[in-house]
């Protein structure tokens, strides 16, 4: 038996009937999601990480890939070439960790930041940068940064908000 992790894809705005559905299918689905905190109140408080994905892991030569192709809200899973590709368990590992460590935070709050102050990239390809707060970015919890790049010149970055925090002063 060989359990690997695959990118499953949802029709917009389907990310919970479709985690129901593979659920009940009975395959191991982890649905990121992340707490946030809305302007408006009525507003959902918590919402998918990642829009439109999800992670399954199964045993795709036994299953096959079609079954999360025809599976109901489901676009199927994310295709590179003609395989489907695989993601190692230790960044699904890590993606847990993270959102536990958000969602025990109370969610992405970032009240107290103000355009120009100095951030850190937590993760991802520009992890350990510096760059400064640009704004929030409506109705989404993406944020905007400038980095610092060659000769000085900022150039601007939309990341999701739980990817930065206030540098600490020493």
Request: charged fraction near 25%.
């Amino acid at each position: 038996m060989s359990l690997e992790w695959y990118a499953l894809r949802s029709k917009p705005n389907k990310e919970e009937p479709l985690w129901l559905e593979v659920h009940a299918r009975g395959f191991e689905v982890f649905y990121p999601q992340v707490c946030v905190q809305p302007i408006n109140p009525r507003s959902r408080k918590v919402r998918p990480y990642f829009p439109g994905y999800m992670f399954v892991r199964v045993d795709l030569p036994v299953v096959g890939f079609s079954a999360f192709r025809w599976m109901p809200y489901s676009y199927g899973l994310v295709i590179f070439g003609p395989d489907p590709a695989s993601m190692p368990e230790e960044l699904i590992n890590a993606l847990r960790h993270r959102l536990e460590t958000i969602n025990k935070a109370g969610g992405e709050n970032l009240e107290g930041l103000k355009h120009g102050e100095t951030i850190t990239i937590l993760d991802g390809p520009f992890a350990g940068y510096e760059g400064l707060f640009d704004a929030c970015l409506p109705g989404r919890e993406r944020v905007r940064v400038l980095l610092k790049m060659l000769e000085k010149r900022l150039v601007p970055l939309e990341l999701p908000a739980g990817l930065i925090q206030q540098k600490t002063r020493h």
